[in-house]
């Protein structure tokens, strides 16, 4: 059992937020006092060296364990499948850390392990794409370097993760955080991860310094138990399950939405902890931004948009690079965002959305901690999908179809025992229609059919050889509206090749005491189907293995007084079934 806590106050009554510090030196201080999800800042913001890691475990077998976090902004557990070591490294005297603001007193850097990801050889060409963000900027770019930025009026906060449709958060029965594309500019945010850390009930783990591969806990839930989805397409990917946080840019986004609790009712495997979803910006205009500092620290961004009758489109994209304190621990990489949309007639429209992300990493350490001086990863990943959707007054139905590809590669000259390979593909289907039925109800219906397969190898030859798999559901859910009240149930199906078929409920209901004050309630049962390495990889996979099940039950009051606003839960999870690696 666990509780979170929350409060902040509406920015456009209170200062902005101070700005964080950059990586590569460039620091910013503000007298700014911001109380954002329950955590007060004064003056500069910093953080150096690598988060740490936490662990838990004996969640085995058929058990039934409770995952205990209290949630709130940095704070939370693991599961048991989790593990890092920290590997204390020695630092010289006077030694920054990476680069936003004095290590002494810090972490020290963590080792790589066999989870750091990341891949590429690339030569000139970054630089070459850093130079042509430029002159889209000198074309009709703004460079956003020097002003400090004015407290931006926001909008309500809609949200559509949790319901299926636009509404406001605050009248779902469910824990909903959302973080719009003003926040973050306000935040002056490097990364989406950054933005994420300030949310309750989300923890960050960093395997090392910039760059390096970060995990995401909701609720003290595994990495690999949290959906994670762009526009509605998964991108948690089919080998073990998890999504690496390091590179996704805030660019891109025109608003997150972070959703705690089982999910499967509408998504099916992987959403115990909860779902986070970036949705993509469309804005017209054009906005480019430079950033550097010391340890070769560069940044590019640029995002931009249009609408031409029928015709509306985006593109965005960021970069960023810089080196770390210790040798060969540089970071390399970026994301590049296309959409087009075309309204064919009104209430119809049809589309094309297409995502790169890649990265380069240097390893300064090998798997026994010695130091490793050409060791290096490199990560893609890509999607393209074709959404569409027809609307009237009382019928709305959508749907996509996508292609995600992911590859990670290893190599080090000096250690051919080093060198691995691993690649993983999948094909999405996904249509969902809402009907409203009279002023109060309104019925939802979904399905959603999807296959991945997997190949890896190594130095000693083993690995996956196209494991696939394939699943498919379908699910149903009510809600009832009244003038104070909100009540909601949900049941889904899904069947998978592996392990045959898994049921998830869920309900849940609102209540309007007055008009600054919400109680809510709400249950659920959630799954997560074995990853392709849990069931297929030499050596430890388990094609016996059943899917991970959670329930999940909370309690809920948030109002808001005057520029403030309290938000309390307390929640529960119970999992079974948990997949471990038994050495």
Known sequence: AAGEVGGDSRPDRASPPAPPCRPGGLLTTSAAVTRLSG????????????????????????????????????????GSQETCRVRPMPRSPGVRGDGRGASAGRPALLPPTRSDRGFGFRGQEHAMRI???VLAGLL???????????APEYAETIQVTASLREEEADTVAASVSVLTAAEAEARQAV??????????GLTLVQSGS????????????NSNQTLVLVDGVRLNEPLLGGFDWAFAMPEEIARVESVRGPFSVLYGSAAIGGVVQLLTRHEPGVTLRLEGGERSYRRAGLATGFVRGALSGALSGAWREGEGELPNDSFDGGAGRLRLDWQVRPGLTAGLAGRWQEAEIGLPYDFFG???????QESELRHLALPVSWQTRTLTVSGSTARVEQEVILADPHDPFAASRSEAWGTQLRATAQR??????????????????????????????????????GFVQTTWRGARTRVEAGVRRDDHDSFGGETSWRGGALVRVHDHLRLRASYGEAFRAPSLGDLYFPGFGNPELRPERSRGAELGAEGEAGPWRLAATLFENRLRDL?????
């Open 140 to 150: 009709g770019g703004s460079l956003p370097v020097v002003a400090q930025p004015t």
């Open 579 to 583: 997949v471990q690696f038994d050495f």
């Open 436 to 473: 409203r039925l009279g002023e109060q109800w309104e019925l939802a219906a979904g399905a959603e059919w999807e296959r991945q397969r997997a190949s890896s190898a190594d130095a000693f030859g083993g690995g996956l050889d196209g494991a696939r798999e394939r699943r498919s559901g």
């Open 131 to 133: 130079r042509a963000l």
């Open 39 to 78: 955590r007060v800042d004064e003056g500069s913001r910093c953080e150096t060296g690598a988060a740490p890691a936490t662990v838990t475990g004996d969640e085995t077998g058929d058990a039934t364990v409770p995952a205990r976090a209290w949630e709130g902004p940095g704070v939370g557990r693991s």
């Open 370 to 376: 010695a130091p490793a001086t050409e060791r290096r």
């Open 191 to 200: 990364s989406v991860h950054e933005l994420l850390a300030a949310l309750p």
């Open 210 to 221: 910039p760059g390096k591969a970060v995990s995401l806990f909701a609720r003290g839930t």
